[in-house]
């Protein structure tokens, strides 16, 4: 495999991460509230929680292509291979991440998990003070 194939996968790997790391975080704040688990209450978790999907409704708005999509592509293109043509595992990230809809559909379900992300705040507080 070519040095950057296998880069273009580190890539996407972390791209679905990342977003796993959103959609899960929501869904551990939600569940640990009814389950009292303290740490969902964290202020550094629930702000880089908040911050990471930030990031990714701004640059929906402003049709900033993200970071990792364009280090992603650009790998391929230097391996000969387009992101349609990826490997296994590469490829069915790739399905799960890149849906064949319009950029407003997309800035709506960024811009309405922000607000639901927002939102968490009121309905599980997060705790500023530190446990000693």
Same mark, same amino acid.
Request: charge should be positive; avoid cysteine; glycine fraction near 6%.
């Given at each position: 495999m070519d040095i950057y +194939?296998? *880069?273009?996968?580190?890539?996407?790997?972390? /791209?679905? *991460?990342?977003?796993l790391t959103?959609?899960? @975080?929501?869904?551990?704040?939600?569940? @640990?509230?009814?389950?009292k688990w303290g740490f969902v209450k964290n202020a550094t978790f629930r702000l880089i929680h908040l911050a990471m999907i930030t990031i990714v409704a701004i640059e929906s708005i402003f049709h900033i292509e993200c970071p990792l999509t364009y280090i992603e592509y650009k790998l391929l293109s *230097? +391996?000969?291979m387009h992101h349609q043509n990826t490997p296994f595992? +590469? @490829?069915?990230?790739?399905k799960i991440l890149f849906w064949?809809?319009?950029n407003e559909f997309f800035d709506i379900l960024y811009i309405a998990l922000a607000l639901?992300? *927002?939102m968490s705040f009121?309905?599980?507080?997060?705790?500023?003070?530190?446990? /000693?």
């Open positions: +194939a296998l *880069l273009a996968d580190v890539i996407i790997v972390i /791209h679905f *991460l990342y977003a959103i959609i899960v @975080g929501l869904i551990i704040v939600y569940v @640990g509230k009814f389950l *230097l +391996a000969k595992i +590469a @490829g069915f990230i790739n064949d809809l319009p639901v992300i *927002l009121v309905f599980v507080p997060i705790n500023f003070k530190k446990n /000693h």
